[in-house]
Nanobody, 126 residues
Framework: VQLQASGGGLVQAGGSLRLSCAAS????????MAWFRRAPGKEREFVAG????????RYADSVMGRFTIARDNANNAVYLQMNSLKPEDTAVYYC????????????????????WGQGTLVTVSS
């Protein structure tokens, strides 16, 4: 079982990036998927999450209105569209899958997620 995150890079403040997370198994289509990030010197924090149907979506306050999470179950993928990027968004971004399938509500605690991708670095210059 693997999650592969990609799409990170260097962007100027105000720019956009789209992160992708590919799941190795179709069973992940029934899991809550989320993005977390770890900024230099800080703890890993929740960014956004989406349940299996797309009917429950949550965002951290710091990214609300700028980031959009979406999933494509036909292609076993989850995306994070990041607009109006700020230097404080600089971090390694990780995709993660919940510990049980068919959960309706997106949870925001790192320990509640069972499966993790390797991370992709996003650097926003000022």
């Amino acid at each position: 079982v693997q999650l592969q995150a990609s799409g990170g890079g260097l962007v100027q403040a105000g720019g956009s990036l789209r992160l992708s997370c590919a799941a190795s198994e179709r069973t992940f289509n029934s899991y809550v998927m989320a993005w977390f990030r770890r900024a230099p010197g800080k703890e890993r924090e929740f960014v956004a999450g989406i349940n299996w149907s797309g009917g429950n979506i949550r965002y951290a306050d710091s990214v609300m209105g700028r980031f959009t999470i979406a999933r494509d179950n036909a292609n076993n993928a989850v995306y994070l569209q990041m607009n109006s990027l700020k230097p404080e968004d600089t971090a390694v971004y990780y995709c993660a899958a919940d510990d049980v399938p068919m959960r309706v509500v997106v949870r925001t605690v790192e320990a509640q997620y069972e499966y993790w991708g390797q991370g992709t670095l996003v650097t926003v210059s000022s």
